[in-house]
């Protein structure tokens, strides 16, 4: 809808500048003091336009109510207002490209790098559109300020238009999604919603009701340190024997590059220290729960081989479960992804149904009784510099929520 377009690029540009990332070395909520420009403009925003109880949480995160006008569930929005902290996105530099003609993208800051249709083939059916990228050296963060761009869209055109039917609607924007801590326990309670949807997805049409189920691993191994001139028969390498880990657990059928589809993988993210002591850290990935168990099994059972040829030292590992597939308990009621297949029908978009290799807020949300399936935004190559959005996809998701939301008034 280009009634939306310029206000969404407006919005995506503008948030995408500002630095959010989040640290899961970090204990705290928000993890990353920086998160708060986004949260407290997010406040500023949602006063702005009219929103009513608009508060941030003492855990970090926005709450806000569209006030309804006619019957119907209590429907909760959310997006995360943190970028990923695998890659860079500090200074970011979003550029909007119009009318995207169908060839080759090059990136000012970074000559080397392409985005073409030919590897990416979503790209080529976004000819015509106005696509948004960084600058090359940087993430976007359309994941997921291209979330947030779209619920501010739609509740904006809400509450300027106080006739348009809707049930009671409830907004969240959270911290630290992509550690994989957006959910604070009093979040479900909070809300105070039937159901909900995060705008965190990526293809046109798509509708997410089945995630990865997800674990953490810390693998700390602890060796002893001498000096090097006196080492012989004495020192024991934290480094070597860390390594021996990460050698050692399945390198060509259970790493995220070397599988597909509903294949889960251990991906090792992280691996920190010195000779005196090494920190591993991998997160556990699978759609059932048993094979989530199995890998956890997996990787105590390596440890304690790799520990086995080296009594001297110690190898301690610590799994923390993360959140799980909300197919467990969505295929028990799919009240909320009935009424977004009928929006999108509605606005003649055809329903695309993913299963994703990953997980969102929605997925922690359902396990703790709130139903949240997840919803397009047009994000694309997440995590990285050739991440890029399309304008006009944002803008038909912005129709969504408005849908869902007349529709669940009828």
Known sequence: MRDFDAELEQRLVRYAAIDSQSDMDSPGSPSTAIQHQMLDLMVAELTGIGASDVVKTPYGTVLATIPGNAPGPTIGFLAHVDTAPQFNATGVKPRVIRGYNGGAITFPDNPDLVLTPEEFPYLARKIGQD??????????????????????????????????????????????????????????????????????????????YETFSADFAVVTVTGVSIHPGEATGKLVNAIHLASRIVETLPQATMTPETTADREGFIHAVDMKGSADRMVLRLILRDFERDGLEAKGTLVRQVAAAIAATEPRARIEVEITPQYRNMRYWLEDDMTPVDLARDALREIGVEPVENVIRGGTDGSRLTEMGVPCPNLFTGQQNLHGPLEYISVQDMAIATRLMLQIADRAAR
């Open 131 to 208: 696509i948004v990228t960084a600058s090359g050296t940087t993430l976007l963060g359309a994941d997921d300020k291209s979330g947030i761009a779209v619920i501010m869209t739609a509740a904006r055109h809400l509450l300027d238009n106080p006739d348009l039917p809707r049930p009671t609607i409830r907004i969240a924007f959270t911290p630290d999604e992509e550690i994989g801590r957006g959910v604070h326990a009093d979040l479900p309670r909070d809300l105070g919603v039937d159901f909900a949807y995060t705008f965190d997805g990526g293809d046109l049409g798509e509708i997410v």
